[in-house]
């Protein structure tokens, strides 16, 4: 039941971390969609006004040049055809010698001048020569013409990729037929009348850009009506651009011309109410990120303190039953003594041999608990002294094998006797006895353990080697690790607490050796311990020195 109720827990915890991360994400979505919002209000904004700054463009340049170029020619013109019989001095040597200064500035957007009788359909130029195509097509037109205004007839044309315009005049006199006269636009003369029309003051009203914005924020482009861009001011902004067509301005005069206009960014500051706002896209999704990394971070913290919580439940299944074990041995000869049900001074020694075997086993145990306790705790100071290493291990052999029974395993010892150490001799004896008792529990029964002992490269090495199974290459590491065991081993009836071979690695750290697992010759598992020699075997070692 109480694991159930700490699987259900982690469950809800796990749920509602989730349910946080979706909340964070809705929220992350709700403040992109507020941010893209706004942002498309403000574009809106500079859009109108984009829009805005077309619509002067072309009122201030259809004035510019309708009333003072465009008026100036066409009246000047109507003059003549009013009072003369026909054009006998070409209109643009008359225009240009003019002394009204304005009219001689208007004849600066003539390229050049025609007039045309009709009948017959006489087509004459003066001071330019327009092509076989262009004439051929302008008299078609003059002959039929489309008039937008009594007496004022504008052509507007692609002849051969070239863009044209013609306007002309048409009056009729009683007894004279039609007399029809006008002249070519020099579309490349409308680039300074453009400017001269739009830089005079900015484009923005004073009331909307508060005085702050200049035609240096402002782009704006002029395309005559065959695409070709006859005026720019300043640089082209992929903002929201507006394009507006000059429509019939002028009797259509800039028929087929359009006019692309935009704001700088930067001025949405200063005509709009926060300006525009920066996308906040990256940050939204920064914090997206970190949320979901914590969360993740969260569960797998979960899912490792679950399979800790685990773990530490099999540790302490192992351990009441390694405790169980000996003290129901113990127990149980304890009474036959008691009860006097011994037949033979050979079952009194056999039974208190037992009691003596499982003693040692239960306070070998109980030393490993400790020593584990000390270890999680860092408390465990050691008094390391020198030692002769051979004979500690031969009487530890000795000990452990007494209370081992033979048809399990015996012992080979190959020590060296001169091999000395500076160590701790309880925490020694603990390791050593840690090393045999996992090999007689996972070896195979009947088998022979080897224990050795050499000095090798400054340092002492001992090894005990058995006749198991051995332990498989991935988790020659793990093995170390607190409570962890071998796969084979928790489906076995082995038992073990999981903890002899953390504290054996952490022991040996502490003075300053290591400790690894290979596979011995016969097969087996080969545990290795090296130690620093005394400074009369050879120099110490340093546990920063270790390989």
Request: proline residues 5%; positive net charge.
């Amino acid at each position: 039941m109480f694991w159930h109720s700490r699987s259900s827990r982690t469950a809800l915890i796990v749920v509602l971390l989730l349910i946080s991360l979706g909340a964070a994400s809705m929220l992350a979505v709700q403040a992109y969609y507020l941010e893209t919002s706004q942002r498309a209000a403000a574009e809106g904004v500079l859009s109108d006004y984009s829009a805005l700054i077309a619509d002067e463009v072309i009122r201030r340049s259809t004035a510019e040049i309708g009333y003072s170029g465009y008026y100036l020619l066409i009246e000047a013109l109507r003059r003549d055809l009013q009072q003369l019989p026909g054009l006998s001095t070409p209109p643009l040597t008359a225009l240009a010698t003019s002394s009204d200064a304005r009219l001689q500035r208007a004849s600066k957007l003539a390229a050049g001048y025609f007039q045309m009788e009709r009948p017959p359909a006489r087509l004459t130029f003066f001071g330019f020569e327009p092509g076989e195509d262009a004439a051929e097509w302008l008299r078609q037109n003059l002959a039929s013409p489309k008039r937008t205004d009594p007496g004022l007839l504008v052509l507007n044309a692609q002849i051969q990729g070239v863009s044209r315009t013609f306007v002309a005049l048409s009056v009729h006199r009683p007894g004279q037929g039609e007399k029809i006269a006008g002249f070519e636009v020099n579309l490349a003369a409308l680039n300074p009348w453009f400017e001269s029309a739009l830089n005079r003051q900015s484009l923005i009203p004073a009331s909307l850009g508060h005085g702050r914005v200049s035609n240096s924020f402002v782009y704006v482009s002029i395309r005559d009506q065959g695409g070709v861009e006859r005026f720019r001011m300043g640089q082209e902004q992929s903002h929201r651009p507006a394009v507006k067509q000059f429509g019939d301005a002028y009797q259509g005069m800039f028929s087929g011309f359009s006019v692309q206009a935009s704001l700088d960014p930067q001025v949405a500051g200063r005509i709009i109410i926060g300006g525009l706002p920066r996308s906040r896209l990256p940050f939204l999704l920064g914090l997206l990120i970190l949320n979901a990394g914590l969360v993740v971070t969260a569960i797998l913290q979960l899912r490792r303190e679950s399979a800790l919580q685990q773990l530490r439940d099999e540790f302490v299944s192992s351990v009441s039953h390694e405790l169980r074990t000996p003290l129901t041995q113990i127990r149980m000869f304890a009474e036959t003594l008691l009860l006097e049900r011994i037949r033979s001074d050979e079952e009194r020694r056999r039974s208190l041999e037992i009691i003596d075997r499982e003693a040692r086993r239960l306070t070998q145990l109980v030393e490993n608990l400790l020593q584990f306790s000390r270890m999680e705790r860092k408390k465990d100071p050691l008094a390391r002294v020198p030692h002769a290493l051979a004979v500690s291990i031969q009487e530890i052999v000795d000990d452990f094998s007494s209370v081992t029974p033979i048809e399990q395993s015996r012992f080979k010892c190959e020590l060296r006797s001169q091999v000395e150490a500076e160590v701790d001799p309880g925490a020694f004896r603990q390791i050593v006895i840690n090393l045999l008792d996992n090999a007689v529990k996972y070896g195979k029964k009947p088998q022979v353990v080897i224990v050795g002992l050499e000095s090798r490269a400054g340092k002492a090495s001992l090894f005990i080697d058995d006749e198991g199974p051995g332990v498989p290459p991935a988790d020659r590491k793990r093995v170390f690790e607190s409570f962890h065991r071998l796969e084979r081993d928790r489906r076995s009836v082995t038992a073990g607490t999981g903890i002899g071979l953390s504290v054996v690695q952490d022991l040996v750290a502490r003075h300053g050796g290591r400790c690894w697992v290979t596979t011995g010759d016969r097969g087996g598992a080969k545990f290795l311990v090296e130690l620093p020699l005394c400074s009369g075997n050879g120099v110490k070692d340093s546990p920063e020195n270790l390989p």
